[in-house]
T-cell receptor, first 113, second 113 residues
Framework: GNSVTQMEGPVTLSEEAFLTINCTYT??????LFWYVQYPGEGLQLLLK?????DKGSNKGFEATYRKETTSFHLEKGSVQVSDSAVYFC????????????FGTGTSLTVIP | DTAVSQTPKYLVTQMGNDKSIKCEQN?????MYWYKQDSKKFLKIMFS???????INETVPNRFSPKSPDKAHLNLHINSLELGDSAVYFC????????????FGPGTRLLVL
């Protein structure tokens, strides 16, 4: 079946620190992979995506590379800011009806000045 | 301008009551979803409609009934509310097909007393 496992939080970092949030997946086919961000009190927003192996998604200084060999899609940012404090969700969409997404459990990030 | 909107934003009600949450999207998408997010931020897909047809119907109590009057609207009706229904409910929409980004509404915060 399909599933996503992501690093448990919460994660607390100082401003300008390097961020990695690990995400691995299990899929029956060739999934598309996503990172969503949820700021406090808001809905989920797409942060970045990758649709095939070796693709790199990037946005707002965040990057993730689709690694088929390790079934991973780790999120990285070189220098975090206080405004990056949020919950981050890894997700996959695999072959099947209706573009069903499989979400990880979310990783809460707090960045302190 | 709003892409995916939900009403109401907050809903406080007594156990045993019946309530509805409405969702509308103006993105021209043909697929809409309902998710439940619990207090630990875990996201669970509940339902999905494609062109007004139910295509994902996860294991949820039959007190929950979705209704899609047209492609741009997906409403959620909940009968006989229970304490455990307290959560944030998110509506989302996308084009059909694997890998299409899902766009989320701002959420409806339901508190059952």
């Amino acid at each position: 079946g399909n599933s996503v496992t992501q690093m448990e939080g919460p994660v607390t970092l100082s401003e300008e620190a390097f961020l990695t949030i690990n995400c691995t997946y299990t899929a029956t086919g060739y999934p598309s992979l996503f990172w969503y961000v949820q700021y406090p009190g808001e809905g989920l927003q797409l942060l970045l995506k990758a649709t095939k192996a070796d693709d790199k998604g990037s946005n707002k200084g965040f990057e993730a590379t689709y690694r088929k060999e390790t079934t991973s899609f780790h999120l990285e940012k070189g220098s975090v800011q206080v405004s990056d404090s949020a919950v981050y969700f890894c997700a996959l969409s695999d072959r099947g009806t209706g573009n069903q997404f499989y979400f990880g459990t979310g990783t809460s990030l707090t960045v302190i000045p | 301008d709003t892409a995916v909107s939900q009403t109401p934003k907050y809903l406080v009600t007594q156990m045993g009551n019946d309530k509805s949450i409405k969702c509308e999207q103006n993105l021209g998408h043909d697929t809409m979803y309902w998710y439940k997010q619990d207090s630990k931020k875990f996201l669970k897909i509940m339902f999905s409609y494609n062109n007004k047809e139910l295509i994902i119907n996860e294991t949820v109590p039959n007190r929950f009934s979705p209704k899609s009057p047209d492609k741009a609207h997906l409403n959620l009706h909940i009968n006989s509310l229970e304490l455990g229904d307290s959560a944030v409910y998110f509506c989302a929409s996308s084009h059909s097909g694997k890998g299409e980004t899902q766009y989320f509404g701002p959420g409806t915060r339901l508190l059952v007393l």
